[in-house]
């Protein structure tokens, strides 16, 4: 069974900074893909960024910039570094995981943390 954790959100005045952190776990061997999906409230859920595991990055222009996506494959955790925080980054940040090795198994379904929130606001 694998599970991600997400970790790190919170309050932030307009300008400002946080790093969400999401370890995934389950006796993992590798994934192919991580990322971050973000959802504001009345709205669908939408990408933030993903980068796959040789570490190629995509990121939705509306935080290009401003956001740095990462990765520490021997962890199996993904960052997320969000500067320059805008109202609209408001939002339950979620992390998800594609492409699951396990010591037995390989799982090519699509596995999601809980959320965090983060709030930017003055």
């Known amino acids: 069974q694998v599970q991600l954790v997400e970790s790190g959100g919170g309050l932030v005045q307009p300008g400002g900074s946080l790093r969400l952190s999401c370890a995934a776990s389950?006796?993992?061997?590798?994934?192919?893909?991580m990322g971050w999906y973000r959802q504001a409230p009345g709205k669908q859920r939408e990408l933030v960024a993903h980068?796959?595991?040789?570490?190629?990055?995509n990121y939705a222009d509306s935080v290009k910039g401003r956001f740095t996506i990462s990765r520490d494959n021997a962890k199996n955790t993904v960052y997320l570094q969000m500067n320059s925080l805008k109202p609209e980054d408001t939002a339950v940040y979620y992390c998800?995981?594609?492409?699951?090795?396990?010591?037995?198994?390989?799982?090519?379904?699509?596995?999601w943390g809980k959320g965090t929130l983060v709030t930017v606001s003055s």
């Open positions: 389950g006796s993992i061997v590798s994934i192919n893909i």
């Open positions: 980068v796959t595991d040789g570490g190629t990055t």
């Open positions: 998800n995981a594609l492409g699951v090795q396990t010591g037995t198994n390989y799982y090519g379904e699509t596995y």
